[in-house]
């Protein structure tokens, strides 16, 4: 359970994040929706104090994240972003290894889930000591999956996460990774600006706009019953033709 | 290419020795750099307003000539290792910054944001991420070091670091080839080499990269200790010149005369004085009337058995000259033994570091002499033109020429000052474009006659007669005259600071010989 009251964050002038409110239910899939700019990533980078807000709280579970050490709290919090965001010197295994080796975790423990993972993800044994630019972008996104989920952490944020896949890899692989039972007991903030993604994977919809949000509610509720015209517009995901 | 593979043959040990020397001073260096240079290169890369000015002072730093950036060190650190490695360090000290700042804010920053949302500290973001990643460009700043350093290291023997700069130098006193490519040829070995070994670390990849870093790390300490390699300890440290550890009548000369045996440390002729100053060295090798003598209190050891030849000064004259001049030989004959030794290492002190004109010095000396007379007004037609080397011994000398012969005659004197080395000067009086100037006796056998070495073996080498020898050998082949010597020799010399003389009670060369021994 996420709680987040009345956060607020701004970059010199700009208010990139302005009094938001809302909370994520635990095992939900909540979607940051909204354009370039809106603050949706702002917001998601405050989860895990990749960015400190100006105002407000963010409580996981009870704890307010501002009272705890950073580094441990971003270990308890898989991350995950564009293009799997993983380094190039370590192979599969090491990156997979990454987050259990910081918790001290033993070799053997280790060794274990990261054959889980692997299994899971679908992504053959012998990748295990591949390095990244050996890897297809599909097979780089779940790396990067599989390393966020390897401590099993209860929230996983999810920042862009297909964004570098083509329009037919990207909803194959999310299919794919949103069907694992590994995420549906996790909680999920994923940001995207693609409507189509929040409407397929989405417990529930933030749509953003200016720092605010707009409207938060089921896939369902924002079609049949959206707060303003900008909702209405921004859902229209039907393609128009400018001609004929 | 023969000579240079007998040469080497023979100097194996010294080969051998000043290779390991140059690549500990090269790695000794290298390690303080990179000790220094890359926090240096992470902290700027962290605060990016110390960047371009910790860059522009390391790249100032670059682009000081070697040898000026020695010569301010000298009166810093004195001379042997420590001025070599602090010039060695800031040369390496650029590429090891720039590189690690470099290679660091290249890592992009998609891969720093996703580790430390993996909740990575930044210590272990910078150790286990941006390190490793900016491994191959650290590594190739490494190189560009290695590389400048191989070449700077040659300078370290000017201050007395040893190395292969000691072949190198001492092969350019000597003008001997084989010298000169004993030092350069491995120099440029280890440089290629070098090179070539650290390009295959830096294109590795992953792992073998970090291992390969790892290696490196723990050889370069290993590499350095060359550099400490236990020199041999005589009671008294010596500093020679490089001509004169390699000349025949320099130091091969004293082994032969007086069973001398020394490890000296090879230095610079010019800082040879300023070591002996500063304690430095104990025993060095200067010349005989050198100004310095007097200004730092040395004691010139006596030459019992004449190891060194005699370089005793006297004016030579062509035939021609003193057909038209026959005055001038008793007019500069009246200087005949007037100048003694130490009398001329005091004019030339009074020039070096009094900083008197030889003008004035010329003037006091031959007033004291009685010799001096303000020059009869009236038009002087008849000219006579004197040559003379360029260091300050000959511009006194050429200063007192001319005041005595405009005093005494009615002549005008013509100085042709700035005669580079003895073979232009020699060449300058042969071809008549000079009359006359004062030459050494050592000078006139050794670089003019150059007799044979069997020849030179049986010659005694006394004042008087190697006088009368180049005499009668100029006078048969040149028809030039050696007029009366002026009675000093600026000749080699061993010499040590009086005071630690007088303790010793070392006064000659068989003294020092006999202390050196016990």
């Not at chain 2, 926090?39 to 002072?57: D, E, K, Q, Y």
Request: with cysteine.
């Amino acid at each position: 359970m996420i709680s987040i009251q009345h956060l607020s964050k701004q970059f010199g002038g700009f208010k990139a994040v302005d009094d938001l409110s809302m909370s994520v239910a635990t095992g939900e899939t909540l979607v940051l929706l909204g354009t370039s700019g809106c603050g949706k990533t702002t917001t998601l980078r405050m989860l895990n104090r990749l960015v400190d807000p100006d105002g407000g709280t963010i409580h996981i579970d009870g704890t307010d994240i501002q009272k705890q050490p950073a580094p441990e709290l971003r270990r308890r919090i898989g991350y995950v972003i564009q293009d799997g965001g993983l380094f190039p010197h370590y192979t599969v295994a090491e990156a997979i290894a990454t987050v259990p080796k910081l918790l001290n975790w033993t070799p053997d423990v280790i060794h274990q889930r990261s054959r889980e993972l692997l299994d899971k993800l679908q992504l053959p044994a012998s990748s295990l000591n591949r390095y990244p630019s050996e890897l297809s972008g599909g097979q780089r996104q779940r790396v990067g999956l599989a390393r966020a989920l390897a401590a099993r952490p209860p929230v996983v944020l999810m920042d862009e996460p297909f964004g570098a896949l083509d329009p037919f890899t990207r909803r194959h692989v999310r299919r794919e990774l949103f069907g694992l039972t590994e995420l549906s007991e996790t909680t999920v903030v994923l940001v995207t600006h693609d409507v189509s993604e929040a409407l397929e994977l989405a417990d529930r919809i933030a749509l953003m706009d200016k720092g605010q949000l707009v409207q938060i509610g089921t896939p369902d509720e924002l079609i049949k019953r959206p707060a303003n015209d900008f909702v209405r517009d921004f859902l229209d995901d039907k393609p128009h033709r400018l001609r004929g | 290419m023969n000579d240079f593979f007998t040469f080497v043959g023979d100097h194996t040990d010294q080969l051998i020795r000043q290779t390991l020397t140059h690549i500990g001073l090269t790695f000794v260096s290298l390690l303080l750099a990179l000790l220094i240079g890359v926090p240096l290169g992470i902290l700027i890369a962290r605060h990016a307003r110390l960047a371009s000015i910790t860059l522009g002072v390391a790249g100032v730093l670059q682009t000081i000539p070697s040898v000026a950036l020695l010569g301010f060190l000298i009166p810093l650190l004195g001379i042997g290792i420590g001025p070599a490695l602090v010039a060695l360090f800031l040369y390496a000290l650029l590429p090891i910054i720039r590189n690690t700042y470099v290679g660091i804010t290249e890592v992009s920053p998609s891969v720093t944001d996703a580790a430390r949302g993996l909740g990575m500290t930044d210590n272990q973001i910078l150790l286990k991420v941006e390190l490793p990643l900016a491994l191959p460009v650290l590594f190739a700043g490494i190189r560009t070091a290695t590389v400048i350093n191989v070449g700077v290291a040659t300078l370290a023997a000017y201050v007395a670091a040893g190395g292969l700069g000691e072949f190198i130098f001492g092969g350019i006193a000597l003008s001997n080839t084989s010298m000169i490519l004993a030092g350069a040829i491995p120099a440029a070995l280890l440089a290629v080499g070098f090179d070539a070994g650290l390009a295959w670390l830096q294109h590795r990849s992953g792992r073998r990269l970090r291992v390969g870093a790892l290696v490196f790390a723990l050889l370069l300490p290993v590499l350095s200790g060359f550099a400490l390699l236990p020199a041999g300890h005589d009671k008294l440290v010596a500093g020679f010149a490089h001509e004169f550890y390699g000349r025949a009548d320099g130091y091969p000369g004293l082994q032969k005369t007086y069973g001398l045996q020394l490890t000296p440390k090879l230095i610079d002729q010019n800082l040879m004085y300023e070591a002996i100053h500063r304690e430095q060295v104990d025993l060095i090798s200067g010349y005989s009337t050198d100004g310095r003598i007097k200004a730092f209190d040395l004691q010139i050891l006596a030459d019992d058995k004449h190891a060194f030849p005699p370089y005793d000064a006297a004016p030579i004259i062509r035939q021609a000259a003193l057909d038209r001049y026959p005055a001038l030989e008793t007019t500069l004959n009246k200087l005949a033994g007037r100048l003694s030794d130490s009398v001329m290492t005091t004019l030339n002190y009074q020039v070096d570091y009094q900083k008197q004109s030889p003008e004035a010095v010329a003037r006091q000396f031959l007033q004291r002499a009685g010799l001096y007379k303000t020059p009869s007004p009236g038009e002087r037609t008849q000219t006579i033109v004197m040559g003379s080397k360029v260091f300050t011994e000959q511009y006194i000398l050429a200063e007192i020429y001319r005041q005595l012969i405009e005093g005494q005659t009615q002549l005008r004197v013509v100085t042709k000052t700035g005669l580079g080395g003895t073979q232009i000067c020699f060449d300058a009086l042969r071809t008549g474009a000079i009359d006359f100037y004062p030459e050494y006796t050592g000078t006139g056998l050794l670089v003019i006659l150059q007799p044979p070495a069997d020849r030179l073996r049986t010659m005694s080498m006394q004042s008087d007669s190697v006088y009368a020898f180049v005499n009668a050998q100029f006078e048969d082949t040149y028809n030039i005259h050696w007029l009366k010597p002026l009675g000093f020799s600026n000749s080699y010399a061993l010499m040590m600071r009086r005071q630690q003389a007088q303790e010793l009670g070392i006064r000659s060369i068989p003294d020092l010989v006999r202390y050196l021994q016990h």
